[in-house]
């Protein structure tokens, strides 16, 4: 009978708990998810949140709204503030622009009208602002 040379494998778990009550990054992961969900769930059953209908008018209006909010012609909604920021307005007339282009022939008339009108606008007073 020959004899077999079996290696031992030790495996040293060198990850450090400094805190029994601080979870683990997974453990933590999970909680996070675990609190986002619950908190989706709430806001879901809140029945005061009224949010309009998502349609690419709606779509076009909130990136509206953004550009405006960039340009300085609206305050911003978290500090009341109008803060320009022309980099930002120019992202998003170009998002805007963007959209134009590639969704030429598959819109509505109102909502081809409402692109090119929002285009247009945003366009002049981003000119306006720069210049």
């Keep these: 009978m020959s004899e077999k040379n079996e290696e031992k494998i030790i495996v040293n778990d060198r ?3 400094l805190d029994d009550d601080e979870p683990s990054e997974s453990e933590a992961r999970k909680l996070a998810e675990k609190k986002m969900a619950h908190d989706y769930e709430e806001a879901s059953k809140n029945k005061e ?3 309009p209908k998502v349609d ?5 209006i909130s990136l509206s709204s953004s550009a405006l909010v960039h340009l300085g012609e609206v ?3 978290e500090s009341g503030k109008t803060q320009p920021n022309l980099a930002l307005a120019k992202h998003t007339i170009d998002v805007l622009g963007i959209l134009e282009e590639k969704t030429k022939g598959n819109l509505t008339v109102q909502e081809e009208k409402l692109l090119r009108d929002v285009l247009f606008d945003l366009r002049m007073k981003y000119v306006q602002k720069a210049g």
Excluded at 56 to 60: A, V
């Design 15 to 17: 990850r450090v708990k």
């Design 49 to 51: 949140l009224h949010f």
């Design 56 to 60: 690419f008018s709606t779509f076009i």
């Design 75 to 77: 305050p911003e909604p």
